[in-house]
C-alpha cells in the first residue's frame, strides 16, 4: 500500500471517528424504529445534515486555507473570534467535553464495572483525552491508527449480525414527515459545527505528512470520502436495525434504553459489552478532536501566553 493511500485511510478513518460521537450512535436507531419501512427515506434526511453537510463544510475550510478564520475573515476578524470563543469555550469546553465523560461512565464503562465510582472513570476518560491531545502535530495519526479501527470493528459486528440476521421485519409504523424530522435529528447531532471547528486539525495533519497542492487535495477529497462513505454505511445500519426492530421491541423507553434492547437482541450479552465498548471510543474520538481544537485557539487568542499544553490541561 502507498503512503498517499495510507495516509488517506488513516485521514478519512479519523475524521469519520471524530464526527462519530454518542448522538450518532444513539439517534439513528430510534429514527428506524419509528420509521419502520420508511428508513430509507429516514437515511437519505438524516445523510443530508449528518453526512454532506458535515463533510461540506470540511471541504469548505479546505478551500478557503485551512482555518477557521479564513472562511470567516470577508465577514470581520471579530466574528471569528467570537463565533470560536461561543463554539469552544462556552458549547466545546463547558457542555461538550464534559457531556462526553459522563456518558462514557453511564453508557460504557459503568456497563462493564458495574460498581466503579463516577470520579474514577471521568478521571480515566480525560487522562486517555490527555494524553492524545498533548501530541497535536501526531492527534490525528494517533486516532486513525488506534481508536478508530476499535471503533469501526465493532461497528461492524453489531451491525453485520443485525443485517444479516434480522430481529424482525420492518412494518409499516404510519409515521409522517420522516425525511424533514431526520434531516432536524441530523443536525442536531452538532456535526456541521464539528466539521468547521475540526476541519483544521485534518489539514494540518495532511501538511504534515509533507503533501502539497494536488497530492494534498487528493488526501483531502479521499479522506472525505472515506469518512463520508462510513457515515452513511453505519446511519443506514442502524436505521435498519431500528426498523426491524419495531415489532420485537414493545415500549423501549428511552433512545439509549432502545440501542440497548437492539445491542442485546442482535448478539445478547456480548452485544451489550460491545456496545459499552463502542460508546467509550466514539465520545473519546470526539472529545479528543474538540479539546485540541479548543486549545489551539484559546492559545492563539492568549497570544501563546499559557501555551497550548497548558489549555489542554485545563
Not at 458549547?91 to 464534559?98: A, D, H, L, S, Y
Request: charge should be neutral; hydrophobic fraction near 55%.
Amino acid at each position: 500500500m502507498s503512503k498517499v493511500v495510507q495516509h488517506t485511510i488513516i485521514v478519512g478513518l479519523a475524521l469519520f471517528a471524530i464526527f462519530f460521537g454518542a448522538g450518532n450512535l444513539i439517534f439513528p436507531p430510534s429514527i428506524g424504529n419509528s420509521a419502520g419501512e420508511s428508513w430509507i427515506s429516514a437515511l437519505m434526511g438524516f445523510s443530508l445534515t449528518g453526512v454532506i453537510l458535515p463533510v461540506l463544510a470540511v471541504y469548505a475550510i479546505y478551500n478557503t486555507g485551512g482555518t477557521v478564520e479564513a472562511l470567516t475573515r470577508p465577514i470581520g476578524n471579530w466574528f471569528y473570534k467570537a463565533f470560536n470563543t461561543v463554539m469552544m469555550v462556552c458549547i466545546g469546553m463547558v457542555v461538550t467535553i464534559p457531556r462526553m465523560s459522563a456518558t462514557t461512565h453511564e453508557l460504557g464503562v459503568s456497563q462493564i464495572i458495574p460498581n466503579i465510582p463516577l470520579i474514577a472513570s471521568v478521571l480515566a476518560f480525560f487522562a486517555i483525552c490527555f494524553y492524545f491531545a498533548m501530541d497535536q502535530s501526531n492527534v490525528i495519526d494517533k486516532i486513525g491508527k488506534w481508536l478508530t479501527p476499535v471503533l469501526v470493528l465493532i461497528l461492524i459486528i453489531l451491525i453485520g449480525k443485525g443485517v444479516l440476521d434480522p430481529m424482525g421485519t420492518a412494518v409499516n409504523t404510519g409515521a409522517e414527515g420522516v425525511f424533514a424530522n431526520s434531516i432536524i435529528a441530523a443536525y442536531q447531532t452538532g456535526d456541521v459545527g464539528t466539521g468547521i471547528l475540526c476541519a483544521p486539525i485534518f489539514l494540518a495533519a495532511i501538511v504534515g505528512y509533507g503533501y502539497k497542492g494536488k497530492q494534498s487535495k487528493k488526501v483531502a477529497l479521499g479522506g472525505m470520502a472515506i469518512a463520508a462513505i462510513g457515515l452513511i454505511a453505519v446511519y443506514g445500519g442502524l436505521l435498519y436495525l431500528g426498523a426491524t426492530s419495531n415489532g420485537i421491541i414493545t415500549n423501549p423507553g428511552s433512545d439509549t434504553e432502545l440501542l440497548a434492547a437492539i445491542a442485546f437482541s442482535v448478539i445478547g450479552n456480548l452485544g451489550k459489552a460491545l456496545l459499552a465498548i463502542c460508546v467509550v471510543f466514539a465520545c473519546l474520538t470526539s472529545a479528543i478532536g474538540v479539546m485540541v481544537i479548543s486549545s489551539q485557539f484559546l492559545n492563539e487568542l492568549t497570544k501563546e501566553k499559557l501555551g497550548y499544553k497548558t489549555w489542554v490541561f485545563i
